[in-house]
Structure formats: C-alpha cells, structure tokens
C-alpha cells in the first residue's frame, strides 16, 4: 500500500550497531504498529501508538524503542542489533473511522533486516 | 497456552475450485477476528473481518466462518483463482480498544492452473 511507506527496505548490519527504521503514512491515521515477521511465525507486535503522545509496548518490545515524531511518522530503532533480531519488520496504520472494517489495519511493504 | 495457529502450513488447490483455510483460536474471550493475504514481498492486506456475535460474513468471494464453541474459524474463498495465490493469516483481537491483535503463522495457498 503506497500509502504506507517504510525505509529502507532492506538492511544488511552488524551486532551492536544502532540502527533505526522509518514508517510514513498519508492515511491521517492515527494509530500506528511495529511488527516483526519471522518464518514460519505470525506477527508479533513490539510497540503501538495512538496519537503522538502515545506509546505502548507490545507482545516482544525489549530490545527495540520508538518514536512518534508527528502523526504520520513513526520509527523503530535496534539500540544494539544483535542477530535474533534479524526479522521482516513491518509498519502498520488503522482508523476506527475508516476503512473496509473499524479495526483493519493497512501495512506497508516490509523492511528486511539482516543482523550479522 | 493461548496461541492463534493454522492446521495446515500448505494448501494446494486447482484453479476453480473453493479453498477452506481454517485457524484455531484457544482465548474465548476473543471478541473480534480479521483475516489477511500476504502476497510475496507486500505486507498484509485485509480481506474480511466478523466479530464473536456472528457465525458467518459473506464478502466478494470470501466467507469467513466463526464456531466459537470449538474456537475455529475459517476462511472460504470460492472459484480459487491463481491471484488467490499468497499466504493467509487469521489475526485475533485480545486487547480492550483494538490495540493487541495476535496473528497467527499463516496458511500458504498454491493455486494450480
């Protein structure tokens, strides 16, 4: 969905590196996700924010922090990448006012990040 | 403990006909349940959601069935085409405000011309 973007989409890194991860969204949402994907698993929820005084942790937060600049913008950030942390990351956005049902959720593309 | 799975990793269909994707669900106090498609390299898409009072929601070609007495739900697409092609996750709300959706580890679905 080109209305949720994610940079970059691909990162390749070493342990203990900082690194952070960028979601934009032109929804006018307010409510905004971290998830990351691993193979075989389902997503897993590591932060949500409501509105940009808002953050909450999620299922799996440790190791990772986030910051909700605006409404639009929300970014992921490894303090120190280590390897288990090698994942698909997606970016999410949802509106209960909008939207085919009040709850959906739209993604963007994915970043894939690779902890050496 | 508590988990959202599939029965099935892999379902492999003919084109043309119908496709069932089912999901078990143990929280029964689970009030809300979408379904998603995730096509190769994109990110999830929403297909159809159906909240714990109803057992059935029809959508374009897809209908999702709910028994909460067992904690199943299913996802039925009819004349399964090759686009259908992708992975399916059933996603199951746990939080108060719609804020913890916990998703489960997908069924991928093979469309065969």
């Known amino acids: 969905d080109a209305d949720v973007t994610q940079t970059p989409r691909n990162r390749i890194t070493k342990t203990g590196k900082r690194i952070m991860l960028e979601c934009s969204q032109t929804k006018g949402h307010d409510r905004m996700y971290w998830y990351r994907q691993d193979p075989g698993l389902g997503l897993q929820l590591i932060y949500y924010s409501f509105d940009v005084k808002d953050i909450n942790k999620g299922e799996i937060s440790d190791g990772y922090s986030v910051s909700r600049q605006a409404q639009a913008k929300f970014s992921l950030s490894l303090e120190s990448a280590i390897p288990n942390q090698t994942a698909l990351y997606f970016c999410a956005t949802s509106d209960p006012r909008t939207g085919l049902a009040a709850n959906e959720q739209f993604f963007g593309p994915g970043t894939r990040l690779t902890v050496l | 403990g508590e988990s959202v799975g599939l029965h099935l990793p892999t379902l492999s269909v003919q084109e043309g006909d119908n496709s069932i994707i089912n999901c078990a669900y143990s929280?029964?106090?689970?009030?809300?349940f979408i379904w998603y498609k995730q096509e190769s390299g994109k990110g999830p898409q929403f297909i159809i959601d159906i909240r714990s009072n109803m057992d059935k929601r029809q959508g374009q070609r897809v209908t999702v069935l709910l028994n909460k007495t067992v904690k199943h739900l299913s996802l039925q697409i009819a004349a399964t085409q090759p686009g259908d092609s992708a992975v399916y996750f059933c996603a199951e709300n746990r939080g108060s405000n719609f804020n913890k959706f916990y998703f489960g580890s997908g069924t991928k679905l093979n469309v065969k011309p």
């Open positions: 929280n029964s106090a689970s009030d809300y």
